[in-house]
């Protein structure tokens, strides 16, 4: 683990030091190298799960998907800020590059994390860059409202987690993941202890988000500049399903009978916001709210505990991830050129920018989960887990598919097809930073349509 | 003021408080906290303006009240019990007349209603004094008794404390106010824990006095003392600003900074006490004041206040105030956390 962290942290004095003309060659070159290395974690090497483990950190197949998902965006992310960052003086660069990677260090120390409260103050430690990147370097008044929605959401969930978690740890003597992976199943009874469960599920459910506590993620999103958006869809919202994973294995079986309210509000959010995404007129509120979508259904998925239902939910959370990811980079393309998200201004793009058309259509493809990428293989295994638990999820899961399709096609026609209005013929020409950076993002789905073992390690 | 004078006042202040360290015997515990509030008295009306006196005279007031409050207390329990030892306090009446004495001299709710027009007449240096060295001794006093106080007095003091420290403070454009009730609301959290664990509360108290030392220094030297001007002060000193940005998250005890150990700590020991329902008000009260917090942060850092053109390229000239303190204090509140292990051993 320190073989990925201690570079990581190098990354600072990298910034730093380095003369002001190299600043983002070097940090993309290094953080790269990073993610290069990250990918060794993918061979688990030991019977339990566990491996590279050390007093406080390990990685089991889990937790291995997201942390090369971590690792593999900040070069990413940094690559995407380089346009927009550049007019700005050379301190507040590196003070930005700095953020994303204090960020990186956090989420890396919480998905390694073995004891559930050094996951909790990692999981609370992302909040502060998060905040700093969205408020200080968004681009609009609201962004001071999205940070403090993202904030108090957020913490309002996680403050109840933080007590239940010391209850835990008074019962339980210990909360390392390891141990507790063992324990019986305790005979919980009592309201209380209802509230309890409650109580570990919240942070979690608000993160993800699940669709009655969602209403931070449109707001931060859209504020957040475009590593922001990047960082924030891709791997924040997998801590709380990642969390989810690991909290749920104490909570049985009171779970059984708990879980419906959340599922039921996670399947119903798949059709509201999916629906929203129809009606939207800004950009990066539609990818949002389609974030949205995909994870009430990967909450479903978890909720109900089948081994099918967690196996979907991560490669979802992975698919998604990249896919989500690369949406927000393309919405970016746009916002870089016209200053605008609103989608009625930067149509029929695909005339005047045919290369990034592409990208558009392979990204809005894989959001309609097309067979075989694994947003697809995700989407089966919850659709298909969730059908044997009760049929008629089948309905809110089957509509929630064809209006994700309606949506994402919407985005494509949009953007893409149509008249292209004469205010847009003179954009720039796509930059090959940015065919690479949406490159990085949609080669690796494509690729693991070949190799999905890599993200389903849990139950294979 | 004539050097002499403050020497004797500034000696005289640490004399108060060291006497009712050392003292056993609660007279001279009543001794050294009143020497303590006629010391600071000349240096808080040493401004002679009218809101300065002002404060100045409420300050005496209550802390006069207190001081007798606390002489009656010990007195009826000397007389009743037959006793004069600070931890050998026993009468109900004694105990309950006595914490609320103590919280009256430190600003506890719901006696806390003087401190934020107190600490509002004050300049920043004698606000920190007020808000840092005067709780010292009152504190000292309160670890002793902790055993025999009663419980659910001490509970609704801090609990109270935490809400109405959270929620007076929401209105504030003034910082010195807003401090006031941050103080409220960190006093509140150092109380609740009193009973269960007085090592966490003078653990919370070390780290409070750390931060809030880091607010009023950082607050001297940009020469602050409202919202506005506050918003005005990231040309002067982008890194004070940035670091007083991390400050206030610390004090709001979000992770990883410092002001989430006693938070975290107090959580833990009130789980393992089986209260996870104060422990849960206690939690969520903490939101409120990260709210003016996080509001203080934006008008700081986050934003760029509209200013004229010259006012963004300022003349950065060194600055002729002694910074070391500052320096010491703002690195422990941003990077205490991962030594938690070695300080929980220290107190």
């Known amino acids: 683990m320190l073989k990925i962290l201690i570079p990581t942290l190098m990354l600072i004095p990298t910034t730093w030091l380095t003369p002001k003309s190299w600043v983002w060659t070097t940090t993309t070159a290094q953080s790269l190298a990073i993610a290069l290395l990250s990918l060794t974690w993918l061979k688990w090497t030991s019977e339990t799960g566990w491996s590279t483990s050390g007093p406080y950190m390990a990685t089991d197949p889990l937790s291995t998907p997201l942390l090369v998902l971590t690792c593999w965006l900040l070069p990413l992310m940094i690559l995407a800020s380089q346009n927009h960052i550049s007019p700005e003086p050379i301190n507040r660069q590196r003070s930005y590059i700095t953020l994303l990677i204090l960020l990186q260090t956090f989420l890396i120390m919480a998905f390694g994390a073995t004891e559930i409260i050094m996951f909790y ?14 408020t200080r370097w968004g681009n609009q008044t609201e962004r001071l409202n999205a940070g403090t929605y993202f904030l108090f959401y957020t913490l309002a969930g996680s403050l109840p987690l933080l007590v239940a978690l010391l209850m835990t740890q008074k019962d339980m003597g210990t909360l390392s993941m390891l141990i507790i992976q063992h324990t019986k199943p305790t005979n919980l ?60 294995i104490m909570l049985d079986p009171l779970t059984k009978e708990l879980a419906y309210p959340f599922i039921i509000l996670a399947l119903w959010g798949i059709i509201m916001t999916g629906s929203i995404c129809l009606r939207q007129t800004d950009l990066k509120s539609l990818i949002a709210y389609s974030s949205v979508s995909h994870m009430g259904l990967v909450a479903g998925g978890i909720l109900i505990q089948t081994p099918w239902g967690f196996t979907g939910a991560i490669i979802l959370m992975i698919a998604h991830g990249l896919v989500s990811s690369a949406l927000f980079c393309l919405a970016n393309t746009n916002y870089e050129r016209t200053h605008s998200r609103t989608l009625l201004l930067t149509r029929g793009l695909q005339m005047i920018l045919p290369l990034m058309a592409t990208w558009w259509f392979i990204a809005n493809l894989a959001n309609l989960a097309l067979p075989p990428l694994p947003n697809l293989m995700g989407e089966l295994a919850i659709i298909t887990s969730l059908f044997s638990w009760s049929p008629w999820t089948i309905v809110s899961t089957g509509l929630g598919t064809l209006i994700t399709a309606g949506y994402s096609l919407y985005m494509f026609l949009m953007t893409q097809r149509g008249p292209t209005p004469l205010h847009t013929i003179s ?27 890599l993200m389903w390690g849990v139950c294979h | 003021m004539n050097p002499y004078v403050l020497t004797t006042l500034i000696l005289s202040l640490g004399l108060g408080t060291t006497l009712t360290f050392a003292s056993s015997h609660w007279l001279l515990a009543w001794m050294g906290l009143e020497i303590n509030t006629m010391a600071i008295i000349p240096l808080m009306a040493q401004q002679h303006h009218p809101r300065a006196t002002e404060a100045t005279t409420k300050y005496f007031l209550t802390q006069a009240t207190a001081a007798a409050m606390i002489l009656f207390a010990s007195t009826m329990n000397a007389w009743t019990m037959g006793d004069w030892n600070i931890n050998q306090i026993s009468h109900p009446l004694a105990t309950t007349t006595v914490t609320l004495a103590l919280a009256l001299k430190i600003g506890l709710a719901p006696m806390h209603f003087w401190l934020p027009e107190v600490l509002q007449g004050l300049n920043l240096t004698t606000g920190l004094v007020l808000s840092t060295w005067q709780k010292l001794a009152p504190f000292a006093l309160i670890l002793q008794i902790s055993q025999n106080t009663n419980p659910a007095l001490l509970t609704t003091l801090g609990v109270m404390s935490a809400l109405v420290g959270g929620w007076g403070g929401l209105n504030q454009t003034q910082l010195r106010k807003l401090l006031a009730y941050s103080s409220i609301a960190h006093l509140g959290w150092m109380i609740i824990i009193l009973q269960f664990m007085p090592a966490l509360t003078l653990l919370n108290l070390t780290i409070y006095i750390t931060m809030t030392s880091t607010m009023f220094l950082s607050l001297k030297i940009m020469a602050s003392t409202k919202i506005n001007s506050l918003a005005l002060a990231w040309p002067k000193t982008p890194t004070l600003t940035t670091l007083i940005m ?45 709210f003016f917090y996080l509001r203080l942060c934006y008008t700081t850092t986050l934003t760029t206040f509209p200013n004229t053109n010259n006012t963004t390229s300022p003349w950065r000239l060194k600055s002729t105030q002694i910074t070391l303190p500052l320096t010491i204090t703002i690195i422990l509140t941003l990077m205490l956390l991962p030594v938690t292990p070695a300080i929980t051993t220290m107190f």
């Open chain 1, 427 to 453: 954009l720039h020409p796509s930059h090959t930073r940015e065919h690479l950076l949406m490159a990085m993002h949609l080669i690796p789905v494509l690729l693991l349509v070949l190799k999905p073992e």
């Open chain 1, 121 to 134: 103050i990692m999981f609370e430690a992302t909040l502060i860059p998060t905040l700093i990147i969205i």
């Open chain 1, 189 to 248: 009874l009592s309201w209380g202890d209802k509230i309890w469960w409650v109580g570990c599920l919240l942070a979690f459910l608000v993160k993800m988000p699940l669709y009655g506590v969602h209403l931070w993620l449109p707001k931060a999103h859209v504020e957040a500049p475009i590593a922001g958006s990047m960082v924030l869809a891709a791997v924040l919202l997998k801590l709380g399903g990642y969390g989810m994973m690991r909290i749920t």
């Open chain 2, 246 to 290: 991390l400050s206030l998250l610390s004090l709001g005890g979000l992770p990883p900074l410092t002001g989430f150990m006693p938070k975290w700590l107090i959580l833990q020991e009130l789980a393992k006490q089986d209260l996870p329902i104060t422990a849960t008000i206690m939690a969520m009260s903490a939101l409120l004041s990260l």
